[in-house]
């Protein structure tokens, strides 16, 4: 089997706030509802196992855009909206931090009880995913979040995350059941991190030796070798830089949602008056749900689309990120009754900013672009979480008075 990749983040501490949480709730499961109309459950599975991917789509949440909180905060909201519509939409996602992790085994059995799968079978993959990364792998990462996606057909995706508290990392592992072949054959397309001297590798393949003997003493081990994978390293700062971006794709989307001329063009295209800076959440949205893999080489640049809960790379504009929502929820509600128009809007908006892109968009100015939004912000009902937390600590102090 092999694992679809990884990527190291920052550790980082906190809570999501209930009004980022219910928005990433909203935009998280219409933008995997757009991908299950386009493309189907097992393009949605693929994507998820793509680390690059699954980035991008926490950055457009609205989450911080390179911490370890995407991971937890991402599957969260899409437990939150996926799993009450499963029986029509056909995805199940099980499992999740801490103690609900724990939960996998008997949420993948009453989803195999209720779709007639082979609950003994799921319930093997959970657990062997798991002690291959925690217990096979010693890089020093011990699991802490565990989360198994899957459709009614029985194909799945594993997305779980590590701790490494010395360095201050997590690590995320990604993996997909289209590639399984035996769990003890080949379980690793990559391990990529920063080095930290010695590991124990047991399925390293000069580990031979090693596994002959435990496999006398266990009888079951992995096996095999180590090879090479799609990786996501992200850096340990906290601001958004232009080394972190593709300022020429950046500078597309800016040229649709800024130049007039493309203004009424996307206008026309998704049926709605847009103000320039929801159609600049808007393309970010499209791409994420259209974009090919290789569009995703740089995940920091959709937290350009409704920032960032820590205000990096600005504040989260909520009237945009409210239109985003019912713009995107009003075009698949249409699309249940046969009005494909919006939706179909977006793959179109997604094709019109790539063209842009190729013939006449500038490079982004990043400083004056995060100018521009930080400026725009209060008219936008920018927030952070620091903004929560002020206004608990002034309750405190004003309760603290009597």
């Known amino acids: 089997m092999r ?15 209930s009004w980022l949480a219910e928005r990433m709730t909203l935009l998280g499961t219409a933008i995997c509802e757009s991908v299950l109309f386009h493309y189907g459950t097992s393009e949605l599975l693929t994507r998820l196992s793509d680390p690059f991917w699954f980035q991008a789509l926490g950055c457009v949440m609205g989450m911080d855009w390179h911490s370890s909180g995407i991971t937890t905060s991402v599957l969260g909201a899409l437990k939150r909206g996926l799993n009450p519509r499963a029986h029509e939409l056909g995805i199940y996602v099980c499992g999740g931090r801490g103690k609900h992790s724990r939960k996998t085994p008997a949420e993948l059995l009453a989803v195999a009880d209720r779709s007639g799968l082979d609950g003994a079978s799921l319930v093997r993959a959970s657990r062997l995913t798991a002690r291959v990364d925690n217990n096979a792998i010693g890089d020093g990462f011990q699991l802490y979040l565990h989360s198994f996606i899957l459709s009614s057909r029985g194909e799945w995706a594993v997305v779980q995350q590590g701790m490494n508290d010395g360095s201050g990392m997590a690590r995320r592992y990604h993996w997909h059941s289209s590639t399984v072949r035996d769990f003890v054959t080949e379980p690793h397309t990559a391990i990529v991190g920063e080095p930290q001297g010695e590991i124990m590798n047991l399925v390293d393949a000069h580990a031979a030796p090693a596994q002959r003997a435990l496999l006398e003493i266990a009888r079951e081990h992995p096996e095999t070798t180590l ?8 850096p340990r700062h906290h601001d958004v830089r232009s080394s972190d971006l593709d300022l020429n794709r950046l500078g597309a989307v800016l040229a649709l949602a800024y130049e007039r001329q493309f203004h009424d063009f996307a206008e026309l295209l998704l049926l709605e008056k847009l103000g320039p800076r929801t159609l600049q959440s808007l393309a970010l949205v499209a791409e994420v749900v259209h974009g090919t893999p290789t569009r995703f080489a740089d995940p ?11 205000g990096h790379p600005f504040p ?10 019912s713009l995107l929820r009003r075009s698949l509600d249409s699309a249940k009754v046969g009005h494909t128009e919006k939706l179909d809007g977006f793959r179109r908006l997604d094709r019109f900013v790539r063209k842009i892109e190729n013939e006449a968009a500038p490079q982004a100015d990043l400083h004056e672009l995060l100018a521009k939004e930080r400026k725009m912000s209060p008219e936008l009902g920018g927030r952070t979480v620091f903004d929560s937390r002020r206004r608990q600590d002034k309750t405190r102090k004003q309760l603290e008075l009597f």
């Open 3 to 17: 694992r679809s990749g990884t990527a190291d983040l920052p550790l980082h501490g906190g809570r999501v706030p």
């Open 227 to 234: 090879a090479e994978s799609r990786k996501l390293t992200m």
């Open 300 to 310: 920091a640049r959709f937290s350009f689309a409704h920032g960032g809960k820590d």
């Open 316 to 325: 989260v504009p909520l009237k945009t990120y409210d239109q985003s929502i």
